[in-house]
């Protein structure tokens, strides 16, 4: 009874933070390149961290709607393509000066529905 009872707390003991989505790569090096993937209705990138300089998006519409994305910060402000499904582009990004850039999908209520991360710029050198 007793090894019962404490298989059943070791199995609803909390793994890894909740608050920290699963589709990003945590505490790996800043990226130059990184997977953009949409989906319906979510943004999931290769990293969360994005290098001081030149930045390569390889973006891929995974979702069964269209979809684009927008890339904002304090200045950078772009936007691709609306993406049928499957479809896919690059987009380059100049990160110099960022703090952060917002991530999110311009389509009529997709932000809300969750189309929206955002990556940290970061001038950490690469390993
Ligand atoms: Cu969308």
Redesign the pocket.
Known sequence: MWVLLAVTVSACAPTGDPAAPSTVAADGPPADTLAVG?TD?AIATSADRVVDGTVTLEVTNAGATA??LRIAGDRADLRTDVLPPGGTTTITVTTAGEDALTLR?T?PG?RRQG?ETSLSVTTEPPP
């Open positions: 949409l209705f979809h684009d999908c389509l997709h189309m």
